[in-house]
């Protein structure tokens, strides 16, 4: 069983940057992609990132295109979100995942979620 808890979140101005994390535990060798979505209120949950478990490769969603930087330290069980130029409309909760699915960007492809991350950005 896969365990993620995420931490990082706050409370940040427009413009400004935050690192989320999220550890992980209980590898399980089906997991072949760990992803990022996010919550806003009154909002259904989307995706933000995803990373390949093995390989290098990366999916974003066009809202954060070249302003959020996903990464994995596979040794250290860390996955990571860097967020960049960050917009009052990035306001949510955040949440690690994994999946079986590769480079899934569905919230059905993922079956393991932490308790999410606040991440409040004002203008």
């Known amino acids: 069983q896969v365990h993620l808890v995420e931490s990082g979140g706050g409370l940040v101005q427009a413009g400004g940057s935050l690192r989320l994390s999220c550890a992980h535990s209980g590898r399980r060798f089906s997991t072949t992609t760990m992803g990022w979505f996010r919550q806003a209120p009154g909002k259904e949950r989307e995706f933000v990132a995803a990373?390949?478990?093995?390989?290098?490769?990366?999916v974003y969603a066009d809202s954060v295109e070249g302003r959020f930087t996903i990464s994995r330290d596979n040794p250290k069980n860390t996955l990571y979100l860097q967020m960049n130029d960050l917009k009052v409309d990035d306001t949510a909760v955040y949440y690690c995942?994994?999946?079986?699915?590769?480079?899934?960007?569905?919230?059905?492809?993922?079956?393991?979620w932490g308790q999410g991350t606040q991440v409040a950005v004002s203008s």
């Open positions: 990373i390949s478990w093995i390989l290098d490769n990366t």
């Open positions: 995942a994994a999946s079986r699915v590769a480079l899934s960007v569905v919230t059905a492809g993922y079956d393991c």
